[in-house]
């Protein structure tokens, strides 16, 4: 089974503060990507990569940055946390760069900017 | 880009009914049609996903229908069960390159026992 881990489901960050969140997937996957989920407003893509040290903004990349050193390992960095960063973020993964591959999704980090 | 418009926002049925969720898209380019569920507490999983050149795709309880013509997509479960109970989400891509998924805004399914 493919597995998409989280390093924090819940976490609690004060305006300013530079927030790492860490995605890491256990099969080889080539495609890794960030969204950001809100109430009434679904799933929001926020950057992507297809490959090691390769990034693409996505629909809403602003006042965000993404590092991918491993191919495992996708990195999701608020440079300066606001309070309307305050989401649900989902990291996924799929197989390979093709848009119809399944995409498989982490359990997500519930962040909470005070 | 694309937009991907869901309808209904929630949904309440009675074990047993059947639901149906719609969605309508507005790229014409767009070839490739997801569906995933989110339980609570977990990430979306895909469920159905249906192809521009198929009309209809059947799953056991579960039904995606594609209309190109009036760019919309449809999911049907039938004898819902509780356990159908979550938040499902329509999307819509191109086969091409590095196209990513664009997302409906999600319908909240609750099957009453």
């Known amino acids: 089974d493919v597995k998409v881990t989280q390093s924090s489901r819940y976490l609690v960050k004060r305006t300013g503060e530079k927030v790492f969140l860490e995605c890491v997937q256990d099969?080889?996957?080539?495609?890794m990507f960030w969204y950001r989920q809100d109430p009434g407003l679904g799933l929001r893509l926020i950057y992507f990569?297809?490959?090691?040290?390769?990034?693409e903004k996505g629909d809403i990349p602003e006042g965000y940055s993404v590092s991918r050193e491993k191919k495992e390992r996708f990195s999701l960095i608020l440079e300066s946390a606001s309070t309307n960063q305050t989401s649900m973020y989902l990291c996924?993964?799929?197989?390979?760069?093709?848009?119809?591959?399944?995409?498989?999704f982490g359990p997500g980090t519930r962040l909470l900017v005070l | 880009g694309e937009n991907v418009e869901q309808h209904p926002s929630t949904l309440s049925v009675q074990e047993g009914d059947s639901a149906v969720i719609k969605c309508t898209y507005s790229?014409?380019?767009?070839?490739?049609f997801p569906w995933y569920k989110q339980e609570l507490g977990k990430g979306p999983q895909l469920i159905i996903d249906?192809?521009?050149?198929?009309g209809e795709k059947k799953d056991q309880r579960i039904a995606v229908t594609l209309n190109k013509t009036a760019k919309h997509f449809s999911l049907h479960i039938t004898e819902t069960q509780p356990e159908d109970s979550a938040v499902y989400f329509c999307?819509?891509?191109?086969?091409?390159?590095?196209?990513?998924?664009?997302f409906g805004k999600g319908t909240m399914l609750l099957v009453s026992p």
């Open positions: 099969m080889d996957h080539e495609n």
């Open positions: 790229d014409s380019a767009s070839n490739y």
């Open positions: 996924a993964s799929s197989l390979t760069g093709v848009a119809q591959e399944t995409q498989y």
């Open positions: 999307a819509a891509s191109m086969i091409s390159g590095y196209s990513t998924l664009t």
């Open positions: 249906i192809r521009s050149n198929v």
């Open positions: 990569s297809y490959d090691v040290k390769m990034k």
